[in-house]
T-cell receptor, first 112, second 115 residues
Framework: QQQVKQSPQSLIVQKGGISIINCAYE??????FPWYQQFPGKGPALLIA?????SEKKEGRFTISFNKSAKQFSLHIMDSQPGDSATYFC???????????FGTGTSLTVIP | GAVVSQHPSWVICKSGTSVKIECRSL??????MFWYRQFPKQSLMLMAT?????????EQGVEKDKFLINHASLTLSTLTVTSAHPEDSSFYIC???????????FGEGSWLTVV
C-alpha cells in the first residue's frame, strides 16, 4: 500500500514557468514532509521540508504548500530552469518512528 | 547539509560472488541508517533499517540472508550482497538519520552489475 501518493508521474514545463508536484497521504501520524531532488545516477538530495504546523515554506524558488485538513502537500518551483530537470520525490515521516515513506516520484523536464 | 558517503560508486562482479557496499556518515553520528534499492525510473524501495549495535530490520520480501547488513559503528553501515545474481543488479542507496530522525540524508548510490 502506497502511504504517500504523488502526481503527476512526469511533467514538462517551459523555462520560466511554474512546476507543481502534488502529494497526498492518509496517516495522521505523519509529522515531517521533505522533498528530495534526484539527478540520474545520483542519490536523492534534500531540497526543502515542512512540518504540519505551518501552511507554507519558501526557500528561494522552491515553495512547499501544506494543507493539513486535506492531508495534501505540494512543491512549487518558480521560474523553472533546465537545470531543475530531475526526479522529485515527496516523503513523509511518522512521529512514531524513524521510517520515511516516499512517493513514486515525478520526472520533471524543463525545456528551454 | 549532512554528508553521507557511499563506496563504491559502481561495481561489477561475477555471478555467485559477494560484494560489499559501505555507507558512511562523514560529519555526524547516525544511529539509524536505511538501505534502499532503486530500479530505473522507479521510486526508492526500502530494503532494511539498520540500527547501530543491533540487528537490522528487514522489509517484507527482502531476504536477510542474501542482503547482510552490519552497522558496527555510529558512522558506518555495510550492505553485503551474497551470492549475487544478475537479478540483483540495481542501484543501491543508503541514507542516514540525523538527530534521531529529524531528517535523512542520502548517499550518492552504488551501481551494482552482476555478470
Amino acid at each position: 500500500q502506497q502511504q504517500v501518493k504523488q502526481s503527476p508521474q512526469s511533467l514538462i514545463v517551459q523555462k520560466g514557468g511554474i512546476s507543481i508536484i502534488n502529494c497526498a497521504y492518509e496517516n495522521t501520524a505523519f509529522d515531517y514532509f521533505p522533498w528530495y531532488q534526484q539527478f540520474p545516477g545520483k542519490g536523492p538530495a534534500l531540497l526543502i521540508a515542512i512540518r504540519p504546523d505551518v501552511s507554507e515554506k519558501k526557500e528561494g524558488r522552491f515553495t512547499i504548500s501544506f494543507n493539513k485538513s486535506a492531508k495534501q502537500f505540494s512543491l512549487h518551483i518558480m521560474d523553472s530552469q533546465p537545470g531543475d530537470s530531475a526526479t522529485y520525490f515527496c516523503a513523509a515521516r511518522a512521529n512514531t518512528g524513524n521510517q520515511f515513506y516516499f512517493g513514486t516520484g515525478t520526472s520533471l523536464t524543463v525545456i528551454p | 547539509g549532512a554528508v553521507v558517503s557511499q563506496h563504491p560508486s559502481w561495481v561489477i562482479c561475477k555471478s555467485g560472488t559477494s560484494v560489499k557496499i559501505e555507507c558512511r556518515s562523514l560529519d555526524f553520528q547516525a544511529t539509524t541508517m536505511f538501505w534502499y534499492r532503486q530500479f530505473p525510473k522507479q521510486s526508492l524501495m526500502l530494503m532494511a533499517t539498520s540500527n547501530e549495535g543491533s540487528k537490522a530490520t528487514y522489509e517484507q520480501g527482502v531476504e536477510k540472508d542474501k542482503f547482510l547488513i552490519n552497522h558496527a559503528s555510529l558512522t558506518l553501515s555495510t550492505l553485503t550482497v551474497t551470492s549475487a545474481h544478475p537479478e540483483d543488479s540495481s542501484f543501491y542507496i543508503c541514507s542516514a538519520s540525523v538527530n534521531s530522525g529529524n531528517t535523512i540524508y542520502f548517499g550518492e548510490g552504488s551501481w551494482l552489475t552482476v555478470v
